[in-house]
């Protein structure tokens, strides 16, 4: 079956350190994928997402590259800020903006900035 | 931007008792919205898919006469937790889908004493 699996967590770094969050994902098929971003206490809101391969999603300093070759969606940053400690969710959907099927995310990874 | 709204953001109820959790999409039409439970430190588990006028489809292993869903509205689905017991304490949130994205609500903290 389709599957989501992301770095363990937590992941601590200081203020401006570099960033990278691992997801590789299984799938039948050609999904798009996605970052979702909890803040303590919040629901999820959406950060970026690729719909084809090579794609590349950017938000709010945050990039990530679906690689078809690797299936993989790794999340990255250059320069983290305290306001990014959050939990990061890497998940898939099939046949996104047609008959869609359901979100499928991984389990989550917590990232702590510290100033 | 598309805005999904929970009712009520906390909500502490005693053994036995049922507790009802609204989730509105407040700028746009949801025929499809999602129910997904979170337990402490783990991913979103998805419960259910909630259908406007007709019923949910529960995933494997969701009692469906636990957790009651009703989508009465394009923009309004409650999921009420029936009987509950301190298992069921966790966080419930919500997804709706407008044309193309799933949007997700703040999430209910609910604690069952």
């Known amino acids: 079956g389709n599957s989501v699996t992301q770095m363990e967590g937590p992941v601590t770094l200081s203020e401006e350190a570099f960033l990278t969050i691992n997801c590789t994902y299984t799938?039948?098929?050609?999904?798009?994928l996605f970052w979702y971003v909890q803040y303590p206490g919040e629901g999820l809101q959406l950060l970026l997402k690729a719909t084809k391969a090579d794609d590349k999603g950017s938000n709010k300093g945050f990039e990530a590259t679906y690689r078809k070759e690797t299936t993989s969606f790794h999340l990255e940053k250059g320069s983290v800020q305290v306001s990014d400690s959050a939990v990061y969710f890497c998940a898939l959907i099939m046949n996104y903006g047609g008959s869609q099927g359901n979100l499928i995310f991984g389990k989550g990874t917590k990232l702590s900035v510290k100033p | 931007g598309a805005v999904v709204s929970q009712h009520p953001s906390r909500v502490i109820c005693k053994s036995g008792t049922s507790v009802k959790i609204e989730c509105r999409s407040l700028d746009f039409q949801a025929t499809t919205m999602f129910w997904y439970r979170q337990f402490p430190k783990q991913s979103l588990m998805l419960m259910a898919t909630?259908?406007?006028?007709?019923?949910?489809?529960?995933e494997q292993g969701v009692e469906k006469d636990k957790f009651l869903i009703n989508h009465a509205s394009l923009t309004l689905s409650t999921l009420t937790v029936t009987s509950a017991h301190p298992e069921d304490s966790s966080f419930y949130i919500c997804?709706?889908?407008?044309?193309?994205?799933?949007?997700f609500g703040p999430g209910t903290r609910l604690t069952v004493t």
């Open positions: 997804s709706a889908r407008d044309d193309r994205d799933l949007h």
């Open positions: 799938a039948t098929g050609y999904p798009s």
């Open positions: 909630s259908n406007e006028g007709s019923k949910a489809t529960y």
